[in-house]
C-alpha cells in the first residue's frame, strides 16, 4: 500500500479525512549525481530521512540496476512489501498509478516511500527500455510525491534512467570525493550531456566525504566554486557498512554532516 500521508540517449540526431496539503516546493526532483564512491546514496538517503522528519512526503528513486542500492539502505525486515522499480520500467506506459502500485513502503517512516531494484535483479531481469519510457517515469513521480530524491549512477553513458534524471529534474547535487579519480571520472562524464539539455544552472556542486587530512581548498580550486562541503563521518560509514542509513546520526562527530544535509534542504527545497 502506497502509504504517504497527503536507443541511445546521447546520440545528436480511500475515506479517510484528508490532511492540509503540504506547500508546493519550487525545486521539487533533486537528482543526486556524482562519481562512483562519492556517497551518492548515502546523501540521498541522510536528505531523504531529514525531509520526512520536517514531515514532508518524500519519494526516494534509487536508479542503478547494476548494483541495485535497495538492499544497502535498510534492512529488508523495515520495508512493507515487494516491489520492483523493474516492473514499472517493463511497462508499455508508465502513469502515476503505476508507479504508486510500485513503490515500497517503510514501516518505521511514514512520510517515506522508495522505488528500486530488489536483491538479486539487475539489469537484464527486465526488458530494456528507452528515454521516453524514463522521461515518463520521472514526470510521472510529479504527480506522486511533492518531495523527489533520485539517487542517480554514476555512469551515464550506459544508464539512461540517471541521464534522463539529470536532465528533467528541477536541481542536481553534484558530488565528488577529495581526489583526483574523484575528479577525473567527472571529467570523462559531463561531456556526454553537453548536447542533451545539461543545465549548469541548476546544478549544486559538493565537495563530500572529506577528511581532516585532505586538502579540500585545493580541490575546490580544480571544481571551482562548491556550494557544499560534507565532511566524513565514521558513524555514517558504519550505518552504511551495515546497510542501515535510516539510522539517526547521534553522535558529535556526526553533526559537520548534519548540518550540511540541513543547508542543502534549505538551499534546495527551502525547508
Not at 502506497?2 to 479517510?16: D, E, K, V, W, Y
Not at 583526483?180 to 543545465?199: H, I, R
Not at 575546490?220 to 556550494?227: F, H, K, P, T, W
Request: with cysteine; aromatic share 6%.
Amino acid at each position: 500500500m502506497f502509504h504517504f500521508q497527503t536507443g541511445s540517449l546521447f546520440s545528436r540526431s480511500s475515506g479517510a479525512p484528508k490532511a492540509d496539503p503540504e506547500p508546493e516546493p519550487s525545486t521539487q526532483i533533486l537528482a543526486v549525481w556524482g562519481s562512483p564512491g562519492s556517497g551518492k546514496t548515502t546523501v540521498s538517503v541522510k536528505l531523504a530521512q531529514y525531509l520526512t522528519g520536517q514531515r514532508r512526503n518524500v519519494l526516494l528513486l534509487l536508479c542503478d540496476s547494476t548494483t541495485p542500492m535497495l538492499p544497502c539502505i535498510c534492512p529488508p525486515a523495515d520495508l512493507e512489501c515487494e516491489c520492483s522499480l523493474g516492473s514499472v520500467l517493463a511497462a508499455s506506459h508508465i502513469t502515476a498509478s503505476l508507479i504508486r502500485h510500485n513503490c515500497i513502503t517503510h514501516k518505521r517512516i511514514s512520510h517515506l516511500s522508495i522505488l528500486g531494484m530488489r536483491k538479486g535483479e539487475n539489469v537484464f531481469t527486465y526488458p530494456p527500455y528507452n528515454s521516453e519510457l524514463a522521461a515518463e517515469l520521472i514526470a510521472g513521480l510529479r504527480e506522486v510525491a511533492p518531495y523527489v530524491i533520485i539517487d542517480c549512477g554514476s555512469a551515464i553513458a550506459h544508464d539512461i534512467l540517471s541521464a534522463v534524471a539529470l536532465m528533467d529534474s528541477d536541481a542536481v547535487l553534484r558530488l565528488v570525493g577529495c581526489d583526483l579519480k574523484s575528479v577525473s571520472y567527472l571529467s570523462s562524464q559531463l561531456p556526454l550531456l553537453k548536447d542533451n539539455k545539461w543545465d549548469a544552472e541548476k546544478q549544486y556542486k559538493a565537495a563530500s566525504n572529506i577528511r581532516a587530512n585532505q586538502a579540500s581548498e585545493n580541490m575546490e580550486q580544480i571544481l571551482g566554486s562548491v556550494a557544499f562541503r560534507l565532511p566524513h563521518s565514521d558513524e555514517l560509514e558504519n550505518q552504511m557498512l551495515a546497510g542501515d542509513l535510516f539510522r539517526d546520526l547521534s553522535l558529535k562527530e556526526s553533526r559537520g554532516f548534519r548540518k550540511e544535509i540541513q543547508k542543502i534542504s534549505k538551499e534546495v527545497f527551502d525547508v
